[in-house]
């Protein structure tokens, strides 16, 4: 008998094993993913995210203005699987996946995440450049069925780099460079079909 | 003086009742945690009720398909008012991942109107703890509402 006496002295003194939730905060674990932010200051218009979410949950509308494209980006948390594509798949890192989990709402508005950012139209002098190079923008496709990118439209998203399976492409977004090694390359337009600004040529 | 102490006590012991309207389970798996002891929403007055006709908050989870539509509204129509009803997870509010599947009639707020939505897939214990306070608070404004 006496074990049990034992026992129930000491969980008489222990603390009980139910968590203090709403008297104690209660950090969610490491890696936990949760409310989305998104840092619109970093995003390239690639339209990765949107692509490959799950649940639909993200949509984008724009506007046009005199200084150039006012783009939003809208991720709706009522829709959102939490699966963290949109971020895997985000070459600027402008999506994160917090560790916020309060995500609890009476209006629909308070589920949903925004942010807004100005693509800038091209200055006139750049195009200007681009012109003295190749008369026109519209790049021609290769006869040997090599793709070739159109750098009107190429926002150097690094993309097609990646998902070349030949390592035949290289991409400097800084340097807006768009290079492709021909011996490497196999021609099975895979960059073609990954280009989210439908840039490359075939 | 006998009514004001039931109102009151009423107010604190909010009663739940849970319909899975073809949900995966996940959410439902959470709302049990929140249940039993390691969250004990109990301690907070939350009991899980055995028939709609004795609940307060309705909570749903899963995107309503079609085969269970006409039963969760059924159902939800049991419920005496004032009722709160919560949806638990993304898919009761949006569909979620089943969004344009033939066999999905939701989402729920086509059907009725939706008082609180938990957000997550699945909701962390927590959230849904948060949630069901939301709930409880509305409940005594529609009660107070209706007076």
Known sequence: MLPFVKEAVQQLFSKPSTEAYPAAPAPAAPGYRGRIVFHADRCISCGMCERVCAGGAISTTSEETEEGTLITRRFFLGSCTFCANCADFCVKNAIELTDDYHMVARDENDLVVTGTYLKKKPAAKKPAACNADEPESTVKPRDDGLPVSDPAKCVYCTLCAKKCPAGALTVDRKEKIWKLDEDKCIGCGTCHEVCPKKAIIM | ?147
């Open chain 2, 1 to 147: 003086m006998f009514k004001k102490l039931i109102d009151n006590a009423a107010a604190k012991s909010p009663w739940l009742y849970h319909i899975n309207a073809g949900s995966c389970n996940g959410c439902d798996i959470e709302l049990v945690a929140v249940l039993t002891p390691r969250y004990d929403a109990e301690r907070l007055g939350f009991k899980l009720a055995g028939t709609p006709r004795h609940a307060d908050i309705v909570v749903v989870s899963g995107p309503v398909t079609v085969q269970s539509k006409d039963r969760v509204l059924r159902t939800i129509e049991q419920v005496p008012d004032p009722k709160v009803i919560v949806t638990l997870g993304s898919c009761p509010r949006s569909c979620n991942v089943f969004k344009g599947s033939y066999s999905v009639a939701g989402p729920l707020d086509k059907y009725v109107p939706i008082d609180v939505s938990i957000a997550g897939c699945a909701p962390k214990p927590e959230a849904i703890i948060d949630g069901l306070a939301l709930a409880a608070k509305i409940l005594k404004e529609k009660r107070e509402a209706k007076k």
